[in-house]
């Protein structure tokens, strides 16, 4: 049997979602031990399938792509304070970091430092990242802000060290025609650059995960095979992804039923702190004074 579906990228991070959730070493950790997700746009759905709920929280995305640049401040309400003239600007810890989710037991936690989680995280435990490129081979990319690579990169390292699952999810609007390390060589960060709208950032190429697109959440799902023929759309649907699914009849309905739950999939509304109020310090050039500059009220 087969099949062509059309799945709009928030309709995609839903789908996926669901993938992730069933995968035996998901399953494995939410019975015996924990799961550390990365707040993201993806993963947002994927709390909902694990847990049953939304997550609570303004932090369901801590950084993006927006209309008129790259943001690390994404649905901030803060000004921030800029430091004294003969202060240095406050540096990046990534043990710090606050903004992870934590499933245990079937309980959501969040707040609790990524250094902390590390120290405690094991080899029966799994990671969730949700990604922002995806190369023809496969191969995950994560942009961070701040030098060393930033959570991703600390937590990869401790990955190498401990053995806890990676769980890469990224969708296929995300591909990027060239290698992940071509692309992450263009984005050096020992490489200044003149012009950026928003925070320039790097790239970084993850090594060791499991990376899950549509294709893969496709035979997760159902056992099916699938074949992305096309992309992009007008009308809601700038960014689509269609496929077509082949397989035996069974299969193909399993894909199909996990394919409909998915369909009009919404996220939370996503916005960065409007420029001509933000004064972080991470946005080495921002966009400012621009006409796309959005004039959100206070």
Not at 194 to 217: F, H, N, R, S
Request: some cysteine.
């Amino acid at each position: 049997m087969r099949a062509q579906i059309v799945l709009t990228p928030t309709e995609s991070k839903c789908f996926i979602s669901k993938a992730i959730a069933r995968m035996e070493v998901v399953k494995k950790a939410a019975a015996n031990g924990k799961i550390v997700i990365h707040p993201s746009s993806t993963t947002y759905f994927l709390v909902k399938e694990l847990i049953g709920d939304i997550p609570r929280t303004n932090h369901f995305i801590l950084g993006g792509v927006f209309a008129q640049g790259l943001c690390t401040e994404a649905n901030s309400t803060m000004k921030h304070a800029a430091p004294a003239a003969n202060e240095p600007p406050p540096k990046f810890v990534a043990d710090q970091f606050p903004y992870k989710w934590v499933i245990k037991d079937g309980k959501l936690t969040s707040g609790i430092p990524l250094g902390k989680i590390l120290d405690e995280i094991g080899p029966q435990d799994v990671y969730v990242k949700g990604c922002n490129a995806v190369d023809i081979e496969g191969h995950a990319g994560v942009l961070f802000g701040h030098d060393g690579g930033g959570t991703i990169a600390r937590v990869m390292g401790v990955q190498k060290e401990k053995g806890f699952s990676v769980i890469l999810a990224v969708g296929l609007e995300k591909l990027i025609p060239v290698n992940m390390l071509e692309a992450a060589k263009a984005t050096a960060r020992n490489a200044e650059f003149d012009y950026a709208m928003g925070m320039p950032c790097g790239l970084y190429p993850v090594k060791g995960g499991t990376t899950v697109t549509e294709i893969q959440a496709v035979e997760i799902l159902s056992g099916a095979h699938a074949v992305p023929v096309a992309a992009g759309g007008v009308g809601g649907a700038e960014g689509a992804t269609v496929l077509v699914i082949d397989g035996t009849k069974e299969q193909v309905t399993k894909a199909i039923e996990f394919v409909e739950q998915s369909k009009g999939a919404r996220l939370p509304l996503a916005r960065p702190l409007p420029c001509h109020l933000c004064g972080s310090m991470d946005c080495h050039f921002p966009v400012r004074e621009k006409h796309w500059d959005p004039r959100w009220a206070e």
